[in-house]
């Protein structure tokens, strides 16, 4: 023990003496260390932030204690009682409408919420002008005040003070909408807000039976210990075909929080490939500078320092200077969440207060040093080899073949605690799994290609060029930079070539094709007694165009095989089928794109028990099988159907499809708004324009969706998280640069002294600087051929075997991709070579 404890005494002495000279040989271990555990920080830190502020902020978030939201109908007085009994109750009411001009020139699709007088129980409305919610909303004779999102006006070219058309009511736009406390909870909107009292709805006749309304009764407690359960027991024991649906302030946004999450854990994977690409210009720059220190290691065994010592000397100063490089991550990761919150203030809920998340924090400098010693541990063995005789003869310590067993093991179980800590931390480990072991695939499938290029620059043709036939050599000959540049930059641009076609493939997706397959309008809430007057209406305006009507319900699963779907444990891709409201219909035959996969469709006359059919990868995913039942809540009756087949459901069509498809005679007799898709493929602007006024100004309490306007919705939300993917890949790129200028340094000697043989041999700087240049240009591109073929293939993957989208292979991308690496490894490779070619010969030579 004594011996162990002077040894390692010694150890960190020389250590610290030797650390004293700077940390030259090291920029790039730091900054390699410090970008990966950077941007995992920074990912984990942010996503702590936002979900925090769910939960601490949740009161405000939900504007209440607790939200009990019925669809498409009103509490009863019952159940009005039963609520407040438990505190001061605020109702707000909401739905999709269109928003007219006064004079009808113009028209737009808006999120209509309906407020009372207590609206909110907590946090505060902020308008512009700054006056109480009472004044703005309050009424003028017939026409009601109403404060909007500053993009309606925006959109409509109007301003304050103007007149709007909703429904059968005219409103004054009283002012715009600067924070709307519950806006998170109620969730995302394809519209802006359009915001006024319930009386105001009331009065303008879009709240009629079957309309998509959602009714939000949210309680602020009279006793503060009040426990949320103890409501949701009582509220589904009292009225067991309510169909509520309930939330608490402590999960105020779940939608949100699950979003937030599993988005971070895949950048937090993103940013793990960085690191651990980043972890290669560890081992390289660990490398180089073990290669500089090679005559003070040969001197301490000169002086009889063991092996052991020797190793011990260098292994504490990796650890204190990755120690540095996390440091300077985790400051980074924690001013992400403030500089993230200035970006996204008044769309999440996170705090521009610095604060510190000591857990996200953890996480990252655990990555990082694992990272570090699973990286350092090959070349400290590689080390230990050094003999004293490098002390006299200039030879480095290039060994051939592996260091000795107990340091394989060690970096072995450096890495599987590397994996174990990634898949464990992560809430969909079968994806991190995956993930990572996709990541290993790729260090071994690159380790072969460099075998490959290797061999292949070995049997090519000899060339005239004597630069082109030294580059060749060098690419091929022992200690190339073959192997380096290839791992290097393989990852980094496989990632970023993966994302840019996924990115690119759905922006086509959403304003290529799609918009020609989907319909060019929805219309909702068509009542009963308007569907004949519509009918005829649009069928004037689009004589060529194509109108599909079906009736239209709302409904929530209550119940999977009698089994409360709150006690399920349902995997992610399913959860969304639970979460709310979904929409209803029923059919005698079967709808339009989709087929029966399994089962069978029921006869057109049946009469017998409710049948439902499923659409079969939500089923699959909920693992529900044919003959299953399911219990659906709607207009406040539990509904038990038996699932009689299941459909395969072409949803990227965006026409009318439906989760859940019943028999006729579930709900005959049951009352119900029409859905309605228009299709005109040839229809112009100024066609689509037309019927979008027309049916607005004749109808006005249908809602008309313009899909191309919802699809540019879409498209700016995708483009969002794009930048945030890119950002992500971008680090990935980012550390391979830095990975290969550590492999340039690293291999710095020995170009060293093979340029100054050669110009002593006759070879002139530019022939070296051309040779050189067409060993990069050639890696480079060998490089490019690989992170096109592996990244598109990730591609690929994900959009047709996850997304269900087509995917194609986008040339834009592939020559994106081919000049980054030629313009990386060239740019590199000649500003990492220049300074060797102009090297004293004298002085290299001496020492060879």
Same mark, same amino acid.
């Not at 608490?248 to 937030?260: I, Q």
């Not at 060690?410 to 991190?432: C, E, N, P, V, Y």
């Not at 700087?765 to 591109?781: C, P, Q, S, V």
């Given at each position: 023990?004594?011996?162990?404890?002077?040894?390692?005494?010694?150890?960190?002495?020389?250590?610290?003496?030797?650390?004293?000279?700077?940390?030259?040989?090291?920029?790039?271990?730091?900054?390699?260390?410090?970008?990966?555990?950077?941007?995992?920080?920074?990912?984990?830190?942010?996503?702590?932030?936002?979900?925090?502020?769910?939960?601490?902020?949740?009161?405000?978030?939900?504007?209440?204690?607790?939200?009990?939201?019925?669809?498409?109908?009103?509490?009863?007085?019952?159940?009005?009682?039963?609520?407040?009994?438990?505190?001061?109750?605020?109702?707000?009411?909401?739905?999709?409408?269109?928003?007219?001009?006064?004079?009808?020139?113009?028209?737009?699709?808006?999120?209509?919420?309906?407020?009372?007088?207590?609206?909110?129980?907590?946090?505060?409305?902020?308008?512009?002008?700054?006056?109480?919610?009472?004044?703005?909303?309050?009424?003028?004779?017939?026409?009601?005040?109403?404060?909007?999102?500053?993009?309606?006006?925006?959109?409509?070219?109007?301003?304050?003070?103007?007149?709007?058309?909703?429904?059968?009511?005219?409103?004054?736009?009283?002012?715009?909408?600067?924070?709307?406390?519950?806006?998170?909870?109620?969730?995302?909107?394809?519209?802006?807000?359009?915001?006024?009292?319930?009386?105001?709805?009331?009065?303008?006749?879009?709240?009629?039976?079957?309309?998509?309304?959602?009714?939000?009764?949210?309680?602020?407690?009279?006793?503060?210990?009040?426990?949320?359960?103890?409501?949701?027991?009582?509220?589904?024991?009292?009225?067991?075909?309510?169909?509520?649906?309930?939330?608490?302030?402590?999960?105020?946004?779940?939608?949100?929080?699950?979003?937030?999450?599993?988005?971070?854990?895949?950048?937090?994977?993103?940013?793990?490939?960085?690191?651990?690409?980043?972890?290669?210009?560890?081992?390289?720059?660990?490398?180089?500078?073990?290669?500089?220190?090679?005559?003070?290691?040969?001197?301490?065994?000169?002086?009889?320092?063991?092996?052991?010592?020797?190793?011990?000397?260098?292994?504490?100063?990796?650890?204190?200077?990755?120690?540095?490089?996390?440091?300077?991550?985790?400051?980074?990761?924690?001013?992400?969440?403030?500089?993230?919150?200035?970006?996204?203030?008044?769309?999440?809920?996170?705090?521009?207060?610095?604060? /510190?998340?000591?857990? +996200? *924090? =953890?996480?990252? #400098? $655990? %990555?990082?040093?694992?990272?570090?010693?699973?990286? !350092? @541990?090959?070349?400290?063995?590689?080390?230990?080899?050094?003999?004293?005789?490098?002390?006299?003869?200039?030879?480095?310590?290039?060994?051939?073949?592996?260091?000795?067993?107990?340091?394989?093991?060690?970096?072995? /179980?450096?890495?599987? +605690? *590397? =994996?174990?800590? #990634? $898949? %464990?931390?992560?809430?969909?480990?079968?994806?991190? !799994? @995956?993930?990572?072991?996709?990541?290993?695939?790729?260090?071994?499938?690159?380790?072969?290609?460099?075998?490959?290029?290797?061999?292949?620059?070995?049997?090519?043709?000899?060339?005239?060029?004597?630069?082109?036939? /030294?580059?060749?050599?060098?690419?091929?000959?022992?200690?190339?930079?073959?192997?380096?540049?290839?791992?290097?930059?393989?990852?980094?641009?496989?990632?970023?070539?993966?994302?840019?076609?996924?990115?690119?493939?759905?922006?086509?997706?959403?304003?290529?094709?799609?918009?020609?397959?989907?319909?060019?309008?929805?219309?909702?809430?068509?009542?009963?007694?308007?569907?004949?007057?519509?009918?005829?209406?649009?069928?004037?305006?689009?004589?060529?165009?194509?109108?599909?009507?079906?009736?239209?319900?709302?409904?929530?699963?209550?119940?999977?095989?009698?089994?409360?779907?709150?006690?399920?444990?349902?995997?992610?891709?399913?959860?969304?089928?639970?979460?709310?409201?979904?929409?209803?219909?029923?059919?005698?035959?079967?709808?339009?794109?989709?087929?029966?996969?399994?089962?069978?469709?029921?006869?057109?006359?049946?009469?017998?028990?409710p049948l439902v059919s499923f659409s079969e990868r939500e089923a699959k995913e909920l693992g529900l099988k044919i003959g299953d039942t399911l219990t659906v809540n709607v207009l406040g009756r539990n509904i038990t159907a038996k699932i009689s087949n299941f459909r395969a459901?072409?949803?990227?069509?965006?026409?009318?499809?439906?989760?859940?498809?019943?028999?006729?005679?579930?709900?005959?007799?049951?009352?119900?708004?029409?859905?309605?898709?228009?299709?005109?493929?040839?229809?112009?602007?100024?066609?689509?324009?037309?019927?979008?006024?027309?049916?607005?100004?004749?109808?006005?309490?249908?809602?008309?969706?313009?899909?191309?306007?919802?699809?540019?919705?879409?498209?700016?939300?995708?483009?969002?998280?794009?930048?945030?993917?890119?950002?992500?890949?971008?680090?990935?790129?980012?550390?391979?640069?830095?990975?290969?200028?550590?492999?340039?340094?690293?291999?710095?000697?020995?170009?060293?002294?093979?340029?100054?043989?050669?110009?002593?041999?006759?070879?002139?700087?530019?022939?070296?600087?051309?040779?050189?240049?067409?060993?990069?240009?050639?890696?480079?591109?060998?490089?490019?051929?690989?992170?096109?073929?592996?990244?598109?293939?990730?591609?690929?993957?994900?959009?047709?075997?996850?997304?269900?989208?087509?995917?194609?292979?986008?040339?834009?991308?592939?020559?994106?991709?081919?000049?980054?690496?030629?313009?990386?490894?060239?740019?590199?490779?000649?500003?990492?070579?220049?300074?060797?070619?102009?090297?004293?010969?004298?002085?290299?030579?001496?020492?060879?």
């Amino acid at each position: 023990m004594t011996g162990l404890t002077t040894r390692l005494s010694v150890a960190f002495r020389i250590a610290l003496r030797e650390l004293r000279g700077g940390l030259r040989g090291f920029y790039i271990f730091l900054a390699c260390i410090a970008l990966g555990t950077g941007a995992i920080a920074a990912v984990n830190s942010v996503s702590t932030a936002i979900t925090d502020a769910i939960s601490s902020e949740g009161q405000s978030l939900l504007a209440g204690d607790i939200r009990l939201e019925l669809d498409n109908r009103e509490a009863t007085p019952e159940e009005l009682a039963f609520m407040q009994g438990f505190g001061s109750v605020s109702v707000t009411t909401g739905l999709r409408s269109m928003a007219r001009l006064a004079d009808g020139s113009d028209q737009s699709l808006v999120e209509v919420k309906a407020v009372d007088d207590a609206y909110p129980l907590y946090g505060r409305l902020i308008a512009a002008p700054d006056r109480p919610l009472a004044e703005l909303l309050a009424a003028d004779g017939d026409v009601y005040g109403a404060i909007v999102a500053p993009l309606l006006l925006e959109r409509m070219n109007s301003r304050v003070g103007d007149e709007f058309l909703l429904g059968n009511a005219r409103f004054r736009i009283t002012g715009t909408i600067v924070t709307e406390p519950d806006a998170v909870s109620d969730g995302f909107g394809f519209a802006p807000r359009f915001l006024t009292s319930r009386k105001a709805l009331f009065a303008s006749g879009l709240v009629a039976t079957g309309s998509l309304v959602e009714h939000a009764y949210k309680i602020r407690y009279d006793d503060p210990t009040t426990n949320p359960d103890t409501i949701r027991s009582r509220a589904q024991a009292e009225f067991p075909s309510a169909g509520w649906s309930i939330r608490s302030s402590d999960r105020a946004a779940p939608a949100l929080t699950e979003n937030v999450e599993r988005f971070s854990q895949f950048l937090t994977l993103v940013g793990l490939t960085a690191l651990v690409v980043g972890g290669v210009g560890v081992a390289n720059a660990v490398r180089a500078f073990l290669d500089s220190k090679r005559t003070v290691i040969a001197t301490l065994k000169c002086l009889g320092a063991p092996a052991s010592v020797v190793v011990l000397v260098y292994l504490i100063q990796i650890t204190l200077v990755a120690l540095v490089g996390i440091l300077v991550g985790l400051v980074l990761g924690a001013i992400a969440p403030p500089i993230t919150a200035s970006y996204l203030a008044g769309i999440l809920p996170i705090s521009a207060e610095a604060r /510190l998340y000591p857990q +996200a *924090l =953890a996480l990252a #400098a $655990i %990555f990082g040093m694992l990272v570090t010693f699973a990286f !350092a @541990i090959l070349p400290l063995g590689h080390a230990r080899k050094v003999p004293a005789t490098a002390l006299f003869r200039e030879q480095g310590f290039e060994a051939s073949g592996l260091p000795s067993w107990p340091y394989l093991v060690a970096m072995a /179980l450096s890495l599987g +605690a *590397l =994996a174990a800590l #990634a $898949i %464990f931390t992560s809430d969909q480990r079968r994806i991190a !799994a @995956i993930f990572l072991a996709a990541m290993a695939a790729g260090f071994v499938l690159l380790r072969l290609v460099a075998y490959l290029i290797a061999w292949l620059a070995r049997h090519s043709p000899r060339s005239r060029s004597a630069a082109l036939r /030294l580059a060749i050599g060098n690419i091929h000959r022992p200690g190339s930079l073959t192997a380096s540049v290839t791992l290097s930059l393989g990852l980094g641009l496989s990632l970023l070539v993966a994302l840019a076609m996924i990115d690119g493939n759905l922006r086509r997706e959403l304003t290529g094709s799609l918009p020609d397959r989907a319909p060019n309008f929805f219309f909702v809430d068509i009542q009963g007694s308007e569907v004949d007057d519509f009918r005829t209406l649009v069928e004037g305006l689009a004589p060529e165009g194509k109108l599909v009507e079906v009736p239209m319900l709302r409904g929530r699963i209550l119940e999977l095989n009698g089994t409360d779907v709150a006690k399920r444990d349902v995997p992610p891709g399913g959860r969304w089928v639970l979460r709310g409201d979904r929409g209803l219909t029923y059919a005698t035959n079967i709808p339009e794109n989709s087929s029966v996969t399994e089962g069978e469709w029921w006869p057109k006359d049946y009469a017998g028990e409710p049948l439902v059919s499923f659409s079969e990868r939500e089923a699959k995913e909920l693992g529900l099988k044919i003959g299953d039942t399911l219990t659906v809540n709607v207009l406040g009756r539990n509904i038990t159907a038996k699932i009689s087949n299941f459909r395969a459901v072409q949803w990227e069509s965006l026409s009318m499809n439906f989760v859940m498809v019943f028999s006729p005679n579930t709900f005959a007799g049951a009352p119900h708004a029409w859905l309605a898709t228009l299709i005109e493929p040839n229809a112009s602007a100024t066609d689509e324009a037309a019927v979008l006024r027309s049916v607005t100004q004749r109808f006005p309490t249908i809602t008309t969706v313009r899909v191309k306007d919802a699809l540019d919705m879409i498209d700016k939300l995708v483009g969002q998280l794009a930048t945030a993917i890119r950002a992500a890949a971008a680090v990935a790129l980012i550390a391979s640069v830095l990975v290969l200028s550590g492999a340039l340094a690293a291999g710095n000697r020995a170009r060293t002294h093979d340029a100054v043989i050669l110009k002593t041999l006759g070879a002139t700087r530019a022939m070296l600087i051309r040779a050189f240049t067409y060993e990069y240009m050639l890696l480079g591109g060998a490089t490019a051929v690989f992170a096109l073929v592996s990244g598109g293939g990730i591609a690929w993957y994900v959009l047709s075997q996850i997304m269900k989208l087509p995917s194609n292979f986008l040339a834009d991308v592939a020559v994106m991709t081919i000049v980054i690496s030629l313009v990386i490894t060239i740019g590199i490779g000649l500003a990492g070579t220049w300074r060797i070619l102009g090297q004293k010969a004298a002085p290299v030579l001496r020492e060879l």
